[in-house]
C-alpha cells in the first residue's frame, strides 16, 4: 500500500482577531486533502504577521498570539507560531514558508535517525510505521481565494515568490462565496503551469466570518458569542483590544511590501 | 422582552445561537426593549420531519450548546407532549406561565441600568447589572416575540402549513423578529402579504450583518461523511453526536416520504 504523504498546512495572515472562521480553514482543507487519497495531514501552523507590516487596524502581536493560543487549545493538530510576529521586521511569505519547510525536515531527519538507531539497537525487522517517517513531509501554504487574488496587486508580490509558492510548496485554497478561482488561475499563466499544485476546495457552509466586521462589532457593543471562541471575547475584554483607537492605527500608511517596493525603486526619498 | 425560537434544532448550531445574539443586539439598540430571557423550544417528535431525530437528544444537544449563555435556555415543554403543538399555542401557553414564574425568580434576575456615562445600556454586560434582592412587581409586562430567520416568514406561503387566524395572532398579539439570511428579502415580502403589511410595526427585521449560514441539514451530511464540524457547532454537541452516534445514513432515512403533522392533520 502506498503510504500517504505528510502535510502540514501553513496559514498566514493577520489574524486580528482570530475566529472561527480560521480555524475553519484548517479543518475544510484537512478534510479535503485526506479525500484525495494521497496526503496525510499531520500539522496546521497558524502563523500571525508583523506588526511591521502596518495595516490598518492590526492590533499588537502580543495579543495576536496570545488569542490564537486560546482558541486553538481546544485543537490538537493546529498550533499558532510566533515565529513571524517575533522578526525585526515584516518576512516575505515564502521566507515563512521556507522557515517551517527546513523546521519540519529538520524534525524528520532526527525522527528518522532516531527510527534508524532503535531497530539496530532493538534488532527489528522494518515495521509497517515506519514507512510513515520514509516519505519527505509537504508544507503547503492554506488560503483563502481572496488571497490568490492579492497575485495581482502591482509590487505586492515578486513574480519569483509567486513561483516558488506554487512549485516548490503549493497552495490548498479555499474558496468563498462569490470567489472563481478556477478562474483566476486560468487567467494566470504561472498559476495555470501549477495548477497540479493548488488544492482548491470548496467551502460547503456559507461562513464568512470577516475578522473586520468582528471589530467593527466589538467597537460599537455588539456581540460576537459563537463566531469567536469565548476565550478570546473574554481576552479582548479584559485587555480592552479593539477600539475606535486601535482601528486608526497605520492609518493611510503603506503595507510594508509596497513600502519596500518604493524604497527599491526610489532609494533616495527616504 | 422575551425571545422564543420554534424549530428542530437538528442538531443545534451556532447560528442558531446567533439568531438570539443579533436579535438581542438589534431590540436594544431600538432603546424600547429590554431582552430578559431567550427560549428555545425544539419542535415535537411527531412533527414529521425528514431526518428528525428523537427529541432527547435535541434536547440534551441544546443544554449542552446553551451552558456557556446567561440568558437563553433550552424548554423541552413542546417536545413532550403527546402530539406536535401549533406553534401559536406554544406561544399562547408560553406568556402565562412566564409572568407567574418571573415573579418569583426576579431575585435572581440581574436587571441591566442605564450606565451613568453613556446613553443606552450595553447589551448582556454582568459588570452593569443590579442584583435585586426582593420581590419585584413588573410595572411593564413583559412582551414575548417569536425569534426567527426569514424563510420562516415565507412558510405562510405554504397552502394548508399554517391557519390564517393564526398567523394574525402570532404577528399582532405577539410579533415577530426576523433575521435575514443572505438572499431573502423579509420586506418585500411583508408588502406582498396584506396581513404582514397591517402588522408591520410588530415585525422587526434585522439584517445578519455577517454571512454565517450553518444550516443543520448540511451540518447532518458532513456528519455522515465523516467530515469535521469543528466551529461550526459547540465541541460538547459533537462529542455528544460522537458518544450517541445520532446522525447517520439510517437517521437521515426518518420519516421520509412521510407528510409534515400540520398537512396531516388538514
Given at each position: 500500500?502506498k503510504?500517504r504523504i505528510?502535510l502540514?498546512?501553513l496559514?498566514?495572515?493577520?489574524?486580528?482577531p482570530?475566529?472561527n472562521?480560521?480555524?475553519r480553514?484548517f479543518?475544510?482543507?484537512?478534510?479535503?486533502?485526506h479525500?484525495?487519497?494521497?496526503?496525510?495531514?499531520?500539522?496546521?501552523?497558524m502563523?500571525?504577521?508583523?506588526?511591521?507590516?502596518?495595516k490598518?487596524?492590526?492590533?499588537?502581536?502580543?495579543?495576536r498570539?496570545?488569542m490564537a493560543?486560546?482558541?486553538?487549545?481546544?485543537?490538537?493538530?493546529?498550533?499558532?507560531?510566533?515565529?513571524?510576529?517575533?522578526?525585526?521586521?515584516?518576512?516575505?511569505?515564502?521566507k515563512v514558508?521556507?522557515?517551517h519547510y527546513?523546521?519540519?525536515?529538520?524534525l524528520?531527519q532526527?525522527?528518522?535517525?532516531l527510527?534508524?538507531?532503535?531497530?539496530?539497537?532493538?534488532r527489528?525487522t522494518?515495521?509497517?510505521?515506519?514507512h510513515q517517517?520514509s516519505?519527505?513531509?509537504?508544507l503547503?501554504?492554506l488560503?483563502?481565494?481572496d488571497?490568490?487574488?492579492?497575485?495581482?496587486?502591482?509590487?505586492?508580490?515578486?513574480?519569483?515568490?509567486?513561483?516558488?509558492?506554487?512549485d516548490?510548496?503549493?497552495?490548498?485554497?479555499?474558496?468563498?462565496?462569490?470567489?472563481?478561482?478556477?478562474?483566476?488561475?486560468n487567467?494566470?499563466?504561472?498559476?495555470?503551469?501549477?495548477?497540479?499544485?493548488?488544492f482548491l476546495?470548496?467551502?460547503?457552509?456559507?461562513?464568512?466570518?470577516?475578522?473586520?466586521?468582528?471589530?467593527?462589532?466589538?467597537?460599537?457593543?455588539?456581540?460576537?458569542?459563537?463566531?469567536?471562541?469565548?476565550s478570546?471575547?473574554?481576552?479582548?475584554?479584559?485587555?480592552?483590544?479593539?477600539t475606535e483607537?486601535?482601528?486608526?492605527?497605520?492609518?493611510?500608511d503603506?503595507?510594508?511590501?509596497?513600502?519596500?517596493?518604493?524604497?527599491?525603486?526610489?532609494p533616495?526619498?527616504?
Amino acid at each position: 500500500m502506498k503510504s500517504r504523504i505528510p502535510l502540514i498546512l501553513l496559514a498566514c495572515g493577520s489574524f486580528n482577531p482570530i475566529t472561527n472562521m480560521h480555524m475553519r480553514l484548517f479543518e475544510l482543507a484537512r478534510d479535503h486533502l485526506h479525500q484525495t487519497g494521497r496526503y496525510q495531514v499531520i500539522e496546521g501552523i497558524m502563523s500571525p504577521v508583523n506588526d511591521d507590516y502596518g495595516k490598518k487596524g492590526l492590533v499588537s502581536a502580543r495579543h495576536r498570539i496570545a488569542m490564537a493560543k486560546l482558541a486553538l487549545k481546544t485543537s490538537d493538530w493546529i498550533r499558532v507560531d510566533p515565529w513571524e510576529s517575533e522578526q525585526k521586521t515584516w518576512t516575505e511569505t515564502v521566507k515563512v514558508l521556507r522557515h517551517h519547510y527546513n523546521e519540519s525536515l529538520a524534525l524528520f531527519q532526527s525522527k528518522k535517525e532516531l527510527m534508524k538507531n532503535k531497530q539496530l539497537t532493538e534488532r527489528r525487522t522494518e515495521d509497517p510505521l515506519s514507512h510513515q517517517h520514509s516519505v519527505l513531509p509537504e508544507l503547503k501554504l492554506l488560503c483563502g481565494a481572496d488571497f490568490l487574488q492579492t497575485f495581482k496587486t502591482p509590487n505586492l508580490w515578486k513574480e519569483e515568490h509567486i513561483k516558488e509558492i506554487v512549485d516548490k510548496f503549493g497552495l490548498v485554497c479555499i474558496s468563498r462565496a462569490g470567489s472563481d478561482p478556477a478562474q483566476y488561475i486560468n487567467e494566470s499563466g504561472l498559476l495555470t503551469t501549477y495548477q497540479h499544485n493548488i488544492f482548491l476546495v470548496k467551502e460547503w457552509i456559507q461562513n464568512e466570518i470577516s475578522a473586520t466586521q468582528i471589530r467593527y462589532a466589538l467597537c460599537r457593543g455588539l456581540s460576537v458569542k459563537y463566531l469567536v471562541p469565548d476565550s478570546v471575547i473574554s481576552y479582548i475584554a479584559h485587555h480592552n483590544i479593539y477600539t475606535e483607537e486601535s482601528e486608526r492605527k497605520n492609518e493611510g500608511d503603506l503595507l510594508q511590501p509596497l513600502k519596500l517596493h518604493n524604497k527599491m525603486v526610489n532609494p533616495l526619498n527616504d
